[in-house]
């Protein structure tokens, strides 16, 4: 069993910063892709950006690319999602979660159904 807790999040102004980081107990990371999803008011959850096991393999939706990095660090088994030039249509809770992987750099998944555990969840509201 894997416990994810995300944090970081918070209100920030049109074209702001933040970071989110989501630190794991239970078991280590290492042995997992991590991914970041988000659920805006109203809307289904998106994918946002995931991480293959080592790092060595990212992928992030559309709306996303170039303005925000995921990144991890085993050691601490802590993922991060820093999130620049932020947009009010960024606002959403933001999750991370966590899909055990047989190998250490396979792409990681994209779509939520293949993601085993989850954490309760970060607000993120951007104004504008």
């Known amino acids: 069993q894997v416990q994810l807790v995300e944090s970081g999040g918070g209100l920030v102004q049109a074209g702001g910063s933040l970071r989110l980081s989501c630190t794991a107990s239970?078991?280590?990371?290492?042995?997992?892709?991590m991914g970041w999803f988000r659920q805006a008011p109203g809307k289904e959850r998106e994918f946002v950006a995931a991480?293959?096991?080592?790092?060595?393999?990212?992928s992030y939706s559309d709306s996303v690319k170039g303005r925000f990095t995921i990144s991890r660090d085993n050691r601490k088994n802590t993922v991060y999602l820093q999130m620049n030039s932020l947009k009010p249509e960024d606002t959403a809770v933001y999750y991370c979660a966590a899909d055990f992987s047989p190998l250490v750099d396979r792409p990681p998944p994209g779509r939520d159904s293949a993601y085993d555990y989850w954490g309760q969840g970060s607000q993120v509201t951007v104004s504008s």
């Open positions: 991480i293959s096991r080592n790092g060595g393999k990212t």
């Open positions: 239970g078991r280590t990371l290492s042995m997992y892709d």
